[in-house]
């Protein structure tokens, strides 16, 4: 394995870290119920400490990263992720939970910013491709978590075990970029606060940012929202209805590991306004689907759909301001983890407002204007 595979490799094993975060409250809500006898609003506010935590951490690390290196803030996100999961086990008081969930958090936003960064950096001649290929990892943390927990509680392990064990294999990625060189830090001065907040006001950076803002809305919208779609439509068990998030993140996840090979050969643009066209029609059939699995199969296009939008966007963040490729993932990546949150909420306003009939109304709304969006990349960045 050459030097690039090989920073690649453990840079996917990092990432996997990053889809674990993603899914931690909802893998060990039951844990934190049953031991400390929380309500729903004590696990509401880990899951907000949580985003919280992604927030900043995906604001801050591209700054950092560009003057201090990839590897030491690879590193701190890494032991960050460790610390709170193995603190969950033994913390003294309820009270320093939700902390502990900004802590891996912190470390989850720094994982996710570092891993696509160095992947951009290591294939600039197709980056999109590559990123593409470092989602599959993610989507391996993100359902093996809550799979092989539920595996291990079939097995007659508590969860204190089953977290215990967890920090340990988190060490095997901690352990391999330790000895892994990667690039080295591209300036030789650090970003002036100034400077950073400057990149705001670019337009190219603030069209890529909107493109993400939806993107991942809808990207968690899916998942979040879909299993009541399905239960309340179709009147079927919520463990049948659940199949929908199954669905959603594995067909995201194998249609990024098809997009590493398609990017390499297609346009991007081409391939992105397809997929966009692919959830749409997704959008429809899970809507309009006159059976569950009609419907689910609706559902299933939806994620092909989206799988191509985060690789290409970031592809072309990367190709904008290569000097400061850092801090513009950072600021794209931030405003993507707005938009989730402030979407997310939105959608669940209307939802208990209009019924969930509109779920697809709203679908058809934001990818629209994805389209759209996407159109102002061609026009503006693109072609520029």
């Known amino acids: ?90 913390a003294p008081y309820v009270s320093v939970i939700p902390y502990l969930f900004l802590l891996i958090g912190v470390g989850g936003g720094v994982i996710n910013g570092v891993t696509n960064l160095i992947v951009a950096i290591l294939y600039p001649e197709n980056a999109g491709a590559w990123i593409s290929l470092l989602g599959v990892f993610y989507g391996v943390g993100a359902f093996g978590f809550p799979l092989l927990t539920s595996i291990l509680l079939d097995s007659g392990l508590d969860y204190q075990a089953i977290l215990f064990i967890t920090g340990l294999v988190l060490v095997i990625p901690l352990v391999f970029v330790l000895f892994v060189k990667f690039p080295a830090p591209k300036r030789e001065k650090p970003v002036k606060m100034r400077e950073y907040l400057g990149f705001f006001t670019k337009p190219a950076i603030i069209i890529i940012g909107l493109v993400l803002f939806f993107q991942s809305a809808v990207e968690a919208i899916l998942p979040t929202w879909a299993p009541t779609f399905l239960k309340d439509t179709f009147h079927v068990d919520y463990s049948r209805a ?58 299933a296009l939806i994620g092909v759909g989206l799988a191509a939008s985060f690789p290409v966007m970031l592809d072309y963040a990367a190709d904008v301001f290569p000097g400061y490729t850092g801090i513009v993932f950072s600021i794209v990546i931030g405003i993507a983890l707005v938009g989730n949150i402030l979407l997310n909420l939105l959608t669940g306003y209307i939802l208990q407002l209009l019924g969930m009939s509109m779920l697809s109304v709203l679908l058809i709304l934001f990818v629209s204007i994805i389209i759209a969006l996407l159109y102002a990349v061609k026009y503006k960045i693109i072609k520029q």
């Open 1 to 90: 394995m050459d030097t690039r595979k090989l920073q690649f490799f453990v840079t996917g094993l990092v990432m996997m870290l990053f889809g674990i975060t993603m899914v931690v409250v909802g893998t060990i809500n039951d844990f934190l119920t049953s031991t400390y006898q929380v309500d729903r609003i004590f696990i509401g506010f880990c899951a907000s400490m949580l985003t919280t935590g992604i927030l900043f951490g995906s604001f801050t690390f591209g700054a950092i990263v560009d003057f201090y290196g990839y590897k030491p803030i690879m590193i701190l996100g890494i032991l960050f992720v460790i610390i709170g999961i193995e603190g969950i086990i033994y």
């Open 242 to 299: 659940l199949y929908a998030i199954t669905v959603s993140c594995v067909s995201i996840a194998l249609t990024r590991l098809f997009l590493s090979q398609l990017l390499k050969k297609v346009s991007s643009f081409k391939v992105l306004l397809f997929s966009l066209i692919v959830a749409m029609v997704g959008i429809l059939i899970m809507g309009l689907g006159p059976k569950f699995w009609v419907s689910l199969s609706g559902i």
